[in-house]
């Protein structure tokens, strides 16, 4: 009973490769994210989105685009990966409000070949 | 701009040890702090969420207090399994729902 679940685990790709990792959630939250952790452990927010709203962190590239088939979902795609790509890309989901903690999956390690 | 600093980076502790690790942050108007704990290979486990100066809250082993400007992680009488690491946020100034983390404080318990 997986509340935040991402597939794949890993993923090994080429230099400017597309790839895409999806996220589900099973707590009925309305709030979805993606975060980057760098190689130094450093959890920075790239998007949230919920069915009214996206918010897009403005360092984040526009090779990075989410897209969202329903709530429970959000899959992240990434075009023409590059190198300064690799990192472990967590996905979180909250119910709405900016008091709600948010819950996260084990993340997907995406190495860049 | 918001920010959330940690320290130590790192910190080793004997069994039964007890210490405090420190998340202090600027943010305007602060709406809420959150702890997270990390283990390798996982994603951030929520552990509290504090709203206001003055506020403590508490689970076996850790208790976190809130003040104007910084949040404190105490450990009491930690044992091997308190090791992970220990991630503090706050939600952005000019979106709530996101949140800044700091870079977090690696906990090592040696038995």
């Known amino acids: 009973d997986t509340a935040v ?21 099973n707590l009925g939250h309305d709030t979805m994210y993606w975060y980057k952790q760098d190689s130094k452990k450093f959890l920075k927010i790239m998007f949230s989105y919920n069915n009214k709203e996206l918010i897009i962190n403005e360092t984040v590239p526009n090779r990075f685009s989410p897209k969202s088939p329903d709530k429970a979902h959000l899959n992240l795609h990434i075009n023409s ?9 967590f996905c979180a ?21 | 701009e918001d920010q959330v600093t940690q320290s130590p980076e790192a910190l080793r502790l004997q069994e039964g040890e007890s210490s405090s690790l420190n998340c202090s942050y ?28 003055g ?14 400007k910084e949040s404190f992680l105490h450990i009491t009488a930690p044992k091997p399994e308190d090791s992970a690491t220990y991630l ?15 870079s977090g404080t690696q906990l090592t318990v040696l038995p």
């Open chain 2, 55 to 68: 506020e403590e809250k508490e689970k076996e082993r850790l208790k976190a207090t809130l003040t104007k």
């Open chain 1, 5 to 25: 679940s991402q597939t794949p685990k890993y993923l090994v790709t080429q230099m400017g490769n597309d790839k895409s990792i999806k996220c589900e959630q």
């Open chain 1, 81 to 89: 990966l590059e190198l300064g790509d690799s990192a472990v890309y």
């Open chain 2, 88 to 102: 503090c946020a706050v939600p952005n100034t000019g979106s709530a729902r996101q949140l800044t983390f700091g």
């Open chain 1, 93 to 113: 989901s909250s119910q709405q409000g900016s008091n709600q903690p948010q819950h996260f999956g084990d993340g997907t390690r995406l190495s860049i070949l």
């Open chain 2, 26 to 53: 600027t943010v305007s108007g602060l709406r809420g702090l959150f702890w997270y704990r990390q283990d390798p290979g996982k994603g951030p486990e929520f552990l509290f969420t504090l709203y206001s100066a």
